[in-house]
């Protein structure tokens, strides 16, 4: 249950009935009120817009409507106080009774808990990481794949039908560079001394074994043809190795793709040919020159004429060229016809996880699908900001292997997943992270994800010495959820039940605004509130947690701990990350 959407429901309700009474004008339009957390919890649960917005459109001053609209929700049954604050806000108060029966509706779901049916089954495509095939995943390529595939997992908590997709870039020069880097050490598989890797080619350690592989495979047939006759044989050698490596250091971060779309693949079947024929028909194609960018010139600007895209008639600031000037598809071409095929296989919400250095790409991808769909698909691009490597304070260095990076893997076998994946999500997407290795693994409050996981081995502790002392209380939520829970009556005890009613609006929101870091963020303020209750029982002795002599009382906290290591877990369950019941 989101409780802010049912108390919405109630007031647009209430609204209704005071405009069939005659206490404010018929016919306004409810759809801009909402019912939140005040922004300060001493003005009461929630809060309400309701007068403020209707205030204009009635003609009336809001504190009117809502001294009117408090009336009436002082009269509900959930509600033990309802007030009028400022210009017209209203507060609620609502009843310990109500609290008790959240913290019930927690214990029965379990950490299906904040499932929600906000999506109504909608298909989205989430399409992330994306990474050439070209050798090993960066640490940047890590948070992509960490935001995209948190992202799918909220969307999908929310209600949504969700692809995860991965578009394999197999058709431009960087995979014939990667073919010519590949031959180099298949030849040195067989024995060749080759020297220094030559400038343009790739110099990391990752192609020793294929090229091994190639070499024991094929023996020396490559090397008594030309370029020209290997080039593409152990181009698709190198991808599908590249590929196998790709999904293995995917795997290794918990990430799995439901779809692999090859670029090559839809060039090949003509779908970019098809794609262009749509536009050239809408009248959205035509030979012209464009001006010179200011500053730097970008890869695909010539100073001649070229074919061109009306993507500033779709909100871009420039038009696009499609094809270069010796008749081959740009880069951008291929892309929209890719974005095409996800919309013919039945998506009209996309979403695209890219790296920073992309942004100048959204605005063209943007126009792109609106011309290719005609307004029928929408496209949110979600840019990651770069990750600095740290430890100890201190840049990390660059990974031989690799050779100009550090390798996504050698990071989680230096963390592990779960740290990896909780610390992507720590700030948001658009924002630089900085990632310390020796930091994220410290056992202190300031490190998030020890914070989190440390609330929920604490519940767990908990629960394990009250099996002991207390072998008579069975602790299955649904059993729990019968206890007598208007024994919580401490504002520390009811702040934690609140907190963790909040989670169905986190899942909603996160999935609506496209933002997986909001989960990491509520997860923290839920462990906030509950080290402040264990800190608050070392103090006060009344608040311990099992109570000898207090059967009662203890059942009705242990159903509150294990609602708060439930609401914990399904946060987690929707980060990837796997909650532990013990610290080590």
Known sequence: MNLFNYFRSIVVQSLKEMSEGGEIPPGLDFSKITVEPPRDASHGDISTNAAMVLAK?????????????VERLDLLGDVTRAEVAGPGFIN??????????????????????????????VQVNVEYVSANPTGP????????????????????????SVTREYYINDAGAQVDTLARSLHLRYREALGEDIGEIPE???????LVPA???????????????SEEEWLSEIRSFAISAMLDLIRDDLKALGVCHD?????????????????????????LIYTGVLEPPKGKKPDDWEPRPQTLFRATEFGDDVDRPLKKSDGTWTYFANDMAYHRDKYRRGFTSLINVWGADHGGYVKRMEAGVKALTDGAATIDVKLCQMVNLLEAGEPVKMSKRAGTFITLRSVIDKVGKDVARFIMLTRKNDAQLDFDLAKVLEQSKDNPVFYVQYAHARIHSVL?????????????????????LDRLTDPAELGLIKQMSVWPRIVESAAEAHEPHRVAFFLNDLASHFHALWNKGKDDTSLRFLVEGDEELTRARLALLRGAGTVIASGLDVLGVKPVEEMR
Do not use: C, N
């Not at 995943?137 to 209600?159: I, Q, T, W």
């Not at 343009?200 to 990752?206: F, K, R, S, W």
């Not at 262009?276 to 028909?281: H, I, M, P, R």
């Open 57 to 69: 459109p009635a003609g009336m001053k809001p504190r009117d409507i809502a001294e009117i609209l």
């Open 92 to 121: 609620m108060t609502l009843s310990d009774e109500f609290w008790g029966k959240r913290l019930a509706d927690v214990l029965e779901a379990g950490t299906a808990y904040g499932t929600g049916t906000a999506g109504e089954g």
């Open 137 to 160: 995943m960066h640490v940047g390529h890590g948070r992509g794949a960490v935001v995209g595939d948190a992202l799918a997992s909220v969307l999908e908590k929310a209600g949504y």
């Open 200 to 206: 343009g080619l790739y110099p990391g350690d990752y």
């Open 211 to 225: 090229g091994q592989a190639l070499a024991e495979r094929d023996g020396d047939v490559w090397l008594k043809v």
């Open 259 to 283: 779809v692999f779309s090859s670029e090559r693949a839809l060039v090949d079947a003509g779908a970019v040919d098809e794609a262009f024929s749509y536009l050239q028909d809408k009248g």
């Open 464 to 484: 394990r010495h009250a099996s002991e002392q207390f072998p008579g209380i069975g602790q299955d939520g649904h059993e729990l959820a019968k206890a007598r």
